[in-house]
């Protein structure tokens, strides 16, 4: 293959399909859905639980009694919580429900003498064993966040699936108890203790059972979520990071995310030859990668090959995040899977850019308003910073950031002021105050990477928000205009998701489905930027290269943008620390600072 591979990724010819899974661990985890379901009606409503009915959704029914209640219900929350594993091919979910269904016969024999729910629990066993060979994934990376994120949800789950069973049973309550001792008596339940709430019979048994099942199945899944071995996050050893950064120093002029690829969240697979890489980052069970693969083309297929062998070990669901066009082919004819333009990188070439101009009015007007008001810029090299300077600089990123959440994953470092990231370019504007601030004259920071020995690509914009607006034009014409001096000829600025789309769909002539999905877009910018990042690149003439998103099936998308936007920080489903809470960042070396992003690159 030679360096260049014909043909454009957003081309409409079907390439074949990476196969899809295995459709009976779907159906089986399906099964367990519906049977669990079934299972917590039979526990929960007392007229399901003694209607023909029951006999068909019991898995571990009991007799009907409290004890039953309990049992049953206990039954459907244990499927209810394999049912994505064993969809997933999980093999610790498949033992678990092989471990679960024999009991459930037999306590369908021995309690009701009931053939029929034997059968029913024999049923979902068949398939388990008959096809255990593919319920064969690995675990997913984990930590002990897991068990915090398992006790807020079962405890949240318990308490409304408590508050159902306690008010089900009208013509058995004793009074008129409000909706605060309901809810007391389902707190008091969950630990086993009698509430204020009373009932005729043995009502009060079987709603007791029932509460303290809820209560023991969430102490359970806590306790074994946290004591179970941890299998953290892959992270990129320092070994993985010398060997990117010489495919880096051969290869890095091919793609202007390449130097992102060093973010050391991030995990790596390479060819057999060690020509090539993918890293990627695993994210509610998808597999992210992001840019092209690192290397040469040549070597692309064996890496991408060891990425995909990854994903079916597994269970993951591949995806790719703004690769390029280059990219895009190579992935989809070596593993059938399909590209999708997701957006246009903003490209500057140097020797083209001038201010100069009527297209270009805005912003020279903008650049001399600021320099009149007493600011000054300054580009340089990150080696060239001295220490006390740079970590100025970080404390500033990091309190400028404006977002509790730390951002970006495919077009962010992640970090500034590495030894190792000497090449790195940073522009800083400064402006004297009479009182000078906590960062001195410091006002806004613009932190770039090297894209081969010709280029970079820009990482982060950060500003003080006292200051004057239009900084971060102000520094982008400053690093464009101090760029021949670094040999730098090309700048990659921010990303613009859907640009093509919000171009069209301004024009004259654009149809109504063309104008309704960018009215769409432009609403949607209230939250992510789309419209204001794309107009804000639009400022500088660039030229645009299109990025892709790499996927499996049609399906999978919505998954995969979820992942995505967790990735990015633009959802953040962990337990939040308070800032004034967090330890200040290291000083350069491993790990390093990391500083997220806001307002670049990717929405």
Wanted: include cysteine; glycine fraction near 10%.
């Amino acid at each position: 293959m030679s360096g260049e591979v014909p043909g454009r990724a957003r081309r409409t010819r079907r390439l074949p399909r990476a196969p899809r899974p295995e459709s009976v661990p779907v159906l089986v985890g399906r099964a367990a859905t519906l049977v669990g379901l079934l299972d917590i009606a039979a526990g929960v409503f007392p007229r399901f639980r003694h209607s023909r009915m029951h006999a068909l959704a019991e898995v571990l029914p009991g007799s009907f009694g409290p004890f039953a209640a309990a049992l049953s219900l206990s039954a459907g929350v244990l499927l209810l919580l394999l049912a994505h594993g064993l969809k997933r091919r999980k093999r610790r979910a498949w033992r678990a429900a092989v471990a679960l269904l024999p009991a459930g016969a037999a306590a369908q024999f021995a309690y009701r003498h009931s053939l029929v729910g034997a059968v029913i629990a024999v049923a979902l066993l068949v398939p388990l064993l008959r096809h255990r060979d593919q319920f064969a994934a690995l675990p997913d990376p984990r930590s002990r966040w897991r068990a915090l994120a398992n006790f807020v949800l079962m405890s949240a789950g318990s308490l409304l699936l408590g508050l159902v069973i306690v008010s089900v049973h009208p013509g058995r309550t004793i009074g008129d108890p409000s909706l605060a001792d309901r809810l007391t008596h389902v707190v008091y339940g969950l630990f086993g203790f009698e509430g204020p709430v009373d009932y005729q019979g043995n009502t009060s048994w079987t709603v007791a059972f029932s509460l303290g099942a809820l209560g023991w199945i969430t102490a359970a899944t806590t306790i074994y979520l946290a004591f179970r071995p941890e299998h953290p996050a892959a992270r990129l050893t320092a070994e993985d990071e010398e060997k990117l950064r010489a495919l880096l120093a051969r290869h890095g002029g091919r793609d202007s995310l390449g130097h992102f690829a060093l973010r050391r969240d991030k995990a790596v697979v390479f060819s057999p030859s060690g020509k090539a890489a993918v890293t990627y980052r695993v994210v509610s069970g998808v597999m992210l990668a992001s840019g092209d693969p690192i290397g040469d083309v040549e070597a692309w297929p064996g890496a991408i090959e060891r990425f995909m062998d990854e994903a079916r070990a597994h269970s993951w669901t591949p995806a790719v995040m703004g690769c390029s066009e280059t990219g895009g082919e190579v992935w989809t004819r070596e593993t059938g899977l399909d590209a999708l333009e997701l957006g246009d990188e903003a490209v500057v070439d140097v020797a083209d850019f001038s201010l100069a101009g009527r297209a270009m009015r805005n912003v020279r007007q903008m650049v001399k308003r600021i320099e009149r008001a007493g600011y000054e810029t300054r580009v340089r090299r990150i080696r060239d910073l001295g220490e006390a300077e740079l970590e100025r600089i970080r404390r500033a990123a990091e309190d400028w950031r404006g977002t509790d959440t730390e951002r970006g994953f495919s077009m962010a470092l992640g970090r500034i002021g590495d030894p190792a990231d000497g090449d790195c370019l940073i522009a800083t504007a400064h402006k004297q105050d009479e009182e000078p601030g906590e960062y001195g004259d410091l006002k806004a920071i613009l932190h770039f990477v090297p894209w081969g020995t010709d280029g970079v690509s820009l990482d982060l914009m950060r500003r003080d928000r006292a200051a004057d607006p239009g900084m971060n034009e102000l520094l982008i014409v400053a690093a464009l205009q101090a760029a021949p001096k670094f040999g730098i000829t090309r700048v990659s600025l921010n990303f613009a998701m859907f640009r093509s789309a919000l171009a069209r769909g301004e024009k004259i002539g654009a149809g109504p489905v063309l104008r309704a999905w960018r009215g769409l877009l432009v609403f949607l910018s209230r939250w992510f930027q789309i419209e204001s990042l794309y107009k804000f690149n639009a400022k500088f003439q660039p030229r645009w290269e299109p990025r892709f998103v790499v996927y499996r099936a049609s399906a999978d998308l919505p998954r995969i943008g979820f992942a995505a936007m967790q990735a990015e920080g633009f959802v953040d489903l962990a337990v939040p620390v308070p800032r004034f809470l967090r330890r200040r960042r290291p000083a350069p070396g491993r790990p390093c600072a990391h500083v997220g992003e806001r307002d670049v690159r990717a929405v």
